[in-house]
Every structure is written in structure tokens, then in C-alpha cells.
């Protein structure tokens, strides 16, 4: 039986590492409560390409620019910092009309910015956006 000593070092393995991921938990709760998420949005008009580049029903993440914007509609547009609002990490992926939130699981809809799943409970700010010259602009004065 020379497996199963091996089989047991990767389930205790995997339990110590389950450990250390409920701390982070824990402490990320903290901070939560103390209201550390900062959630800046563009200060200036932010240039963002194509509106074609937005699946219509569907939205798309700008993550080097900090802003998502959504599509509900053929030439309707919403934007929304893609900065979480539980302790400010960026949004890494959207999948369908939900942003997904690397740090801690926490998940946005796009076309409201509101949250769907925790630890965040605030709602991503709304950031203005319009197409001028054929290209998509958010920020202030969009
Ligand atoms: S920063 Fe904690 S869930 Fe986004």
C-alpha cells in the first residue's frame, strides 16, 4: 500500500491550502467593512475603440482602462468602472452580461453594475458613454 501515503500528503496538502484561502477570506471582509474599496472612474474622456467591438446583448471589459461597457440594445451603450467595489480589484473577465471579480469571486451585472454575488454589495459606479465619430467615448462630458 505505498499509494495511499502519497494519496493522503495531497488531501491534507489541499485542506492546508483551503486554510490559508479562508483566512484571505477573512481578512477581505474586514476591509470590506471598513470601506477600503476605492472605485475612481475617468477623470477625462476615455477613447475605447469600435462600438462594433460590444456584442450586442452582451458587454465587454476595456481592463487596462478600468471601465466596462455594455451593449442591451443595437446602439445603446452603458459603461461602469470595472473596479470592484468590495476592495478594488479589476474585473478579469465577463462572461455573458456578469463580470467576474479575480480577488475574491464577487460578481457584477453589466448592464446595471449592480452586484450579483458576494463579498461586494455596492454597485459598480456608472461612467457616461457615447459614440462620437464612430468610436465609443466614456467619462465625463460622454
Ligand atoms: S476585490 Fe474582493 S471580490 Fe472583488
Not at 471589459?61 to 468590495?86: D, I, M, N
Amino acid at each position: 500500500m505505498s499509494g495511499l501515503p502519497a494519496a493522503r500528503r495531497t488531501v491534507l496538502k489541499g485542506a492546508a491550502l483551503a486554510g490559508a484561502a479562508g483566512l484571505g477570506a477573512a481578512a477581505c471582509s474586514t476591509d470590506s467593512k471598513l470601506g477600503h474599496a476605492k472605485n475612481p472612474t475617468p477623470t477625462a474622456p476615455v477613447e475605447l475603440g469600435s462600438p462594433d467591438a460590444v456584442p450586442v446583448g452582451g458587454a465587454k471589459l476595456y481592463r487596462e482602462q478600468r471601465l466596462v461597457v455594455s451593449c442591451p440594445a443595437k446602439g445603446q451603450y452603458k459603461a461602469f468602472s470595472a473596479q470592484c467595489t468590495h476592495a478594488g480589484c479589476v474585473l478579469d473577465k465577463v462572461e455573458g452580461n456578469e463580470g467576474n471579480c479575480p480577488c475574491h469571486g464577487s460578481r457584477f451585472d453589466m448592464t446595471t453594475g449592480e452586484a450579483l454575488h458576494g463579498p461586494a454589495t455596492v454597485p459598480l459606479p456608472a461612467v457616461p458613454v457615447k459614440v462620437e465619430g464612430g468610436r465609443l467615448v466614456a467619462g465625463p462630458d460622454a
